[in-house]
């Protein structure tokens, strides 16, 4: 596949998410499908890392550090899949395993090298955020780990301006760690780059098209509150018993449109695959 970066212009942010939309109704079971297996299998292995840690705890870091490795295959999967769905093709959660079985030519190596650049980056991130914030959230977890709480205690906890800050400063964190790795996973299997190569692709391509994503992320906070107030309406509506219910479908449902419409921003800032 040749990559070549395109110029983007604004209004294409827009577009990524009413194609994302159009193409999750056409599979929205599929899609979903994808996600909550990606979700199974990391809650599997952290269930068995939660075991393991019986005959070491260094196991359940491990494990855990497995899950974080993961998690740029959730983007892969959706782009590959995506592309799969628009060609006609019947979308499974093969696409998780197709990148590893390809011979020909072969990224297992440098696929793999991404994500264990992406677990450190993630790891040193954090950590750097928790010195920034005192460790707020650790000092919350050992608060909640003593025992039983008052919902008055657990609402005071949670509202402390220290933890408002622990939790500004990772999704900071997050934010920054996300820019090189937004493209990579695709760049380096669809692309050929290796992992330095297409981190840095990554970052020019959000960099510029930054007026698409700028509208991108906009358009997305809109779509997210607007599904807040229906949410809303329908807890006044039905009450929080048939209300939490629908709250289930909704929160896969979110995540997967987001997951859809970035084959889209990656095909007009890269080209048609």
């Not at 998410?17 to 909550?36: D, F």
């Not at 005071?156 to 400063?169: G, I, M």
């Not at 997305?220 to 607007?226: A, E, H, I, W």
Request: include cysteine; proline fraction near 6%.
């Amino acid at each position: 596949m040749g990559l070549k970066l395109k110029e983007v212009p604004a209004a294409a942010g827009w577009q990524w998410i009413t194609l994302g939309l159009k193409e999750y109704w056409r599979h929205p079971v599929a899609y979903v499908g994808i996600l909550v297996s990606y979700l199974l299998s990391n809650l599997g292995v952290l269930v068995l890392a939660s075991l393991l840690a019986n005959l070491h705890p260094a196991l359940f870091y491990v494990g855990a550090g497995l899950v974080v490795m993961a998690l740029p295959l959730l983007t892969l999967a959706f782009v590959m899949g995506t592309h799969e769905a628009l060609q006609g093709r019947p979308l499974h959660i093969g696409v998780y395993v197709g990148p590893w079985l390809r011979r020909t030519p072969d990224r297992r190596r440098p696929l793999f090298l991404l994500l264990l650049a992406f677990m450190v980056a993630t790891i040193v991130s954090f950590h750097l955020a928790g010195v920034f914030d005192d460790q707020a959230l650790q000092q919350l977890q050992d608060a909640m780990a003593k025992g039983p709480m008052s919902d008055e205690e657990v609402a005071h906890l949670f509202n402390s301006p220290d933890v408002t800050t622990a939790l500004a400063w990772r999704s900071l964190a997050i934010a920054i760690v996300s820019i090189p790795f937004w493209f990579a996973p695709v760049l380096v299997v669809w692309g050929g780059q290796g992992p330095a190569q297409a981190m840095f692709s990554s970052v020019l391509a959000l960099w510029r098209a930054r007026y698409a994503f700028f509208l991108y992320f906009l358009g997305g906070m809109g779509v997210v509150m607007l599904v807040s107030m229906l949410a809303g309406f329908l807890l006044a509506l039905v009450g929080p018993g048939i209300a939490g219910l629908l709250a289930i479908p909704l929160g896969l449902m979110l995540p997967a449109i987001f997951y859809v419409t970035l084959y889209f921003s990656f095909r007009d800032c890269f080209g048609e695959p």
